[in-house]
């Protein structure tokens, strides 16, 4: 069946370097991936969208990345700041109009 | 400017007791969803609407209904609540079927004991 692998454990960084979180997906090719943030208590947020023919995508200090040999996308959050943690989700479009989810990655930046 | 609301916050219901979560959205979305949340577990589709009539399954509609009788509301239903009901349920909706973000509620927290 499809899937949208992330990480389980949780990610601890320092205040101002660059954290990178991964997303891996099976048995299927999506379209595109798409990233949200979610806070405890509330609901995803949505950050960023790429597209499979794009390698690469950048909002402010936002980066992700899309790789279809590998199955990957890495989303990438640079000068991290202690309000980034947060957990972040990525998510692949399914067979119809869906999206299938990843477990996330809760991300922890440290002052 | 609402978005997704949703209602109740949280709810306690007992075994075989029955419930309607509401979920309603003011963007004139098209596409709407139910999503069930565990502890440290990804997002789950219970139902999806691409319309007003128009509903389908998702990976886990056991145990649930719903029906979408305008653009704006998509309520859930539980019938004869069991403890692995236990989760947090979010409504999203999104203006698009392809490429287009959801946009979450902030969720129903339930309890069934």
């Known amino acids: 069946s499809q899937k949208i692998e992330q990480n389980s454990e949780a990610l601890n960084i320092q205040e101002g370097k660059t954290a990178t979180l991964t997303c891996n997906y099976t048995?299927?090719?999506?379209?595109?991936l798409q990233w949200y943030r979610q806070d405890p208590g509330r609901g995803p947020v949505f950050l960023l969208l790429?597209?499979?023919?794009?390698k690469e995508k950048r909002k402010e200090r936002l980066k992700v990345t899309f790789d279809t040999t590998l199955k990957q996308s890495l989303f990438h959050i640079t000068a991290s700041q202690p309000a980034d943690s947060a957990t972040y989700l990525c998510a692949g479009d399914n067979a119809g109009n869906m999206l299938t989810f990843g477990g996330g990655t809760r991300l922890m930046v440290k002052p | 400017n609402a978005g997704v609301t949703q209602t109740p916050k949280f709810r306690i219901l007992k075994i075989g007791q029955s419930m309607t979560l509401q979920c309603t959205q003011d963007m004139n979305h098209n596409y709407m969803y139910w999503y069930r949340q565990d502890p440290g577990m990804g997002l789950k589709l219970i139902y999806y609407s691409v319309g007003a009539g128009i509903t389908d399954k998702g990976e886990v509609p056991n145990g649930y209904n719903v029906s979408r009788s305008t653009t704006e509301d998509f309520p859930l239903r539980l019938e004869l609540a069991a403890p692995s009901q236990t989760s947090v349920y979010f409504c999203a909706s999104r203006d698009r079927g392809d490429f287009g973000s959801y946009t979450f509620g902030s969720g129903t927290r339930l309890t069934v004991v």
């Open positions: 048995n299927y090719s999506p379209a595109y």
């Open positions: 790429i597209r499979e023919n794009e």
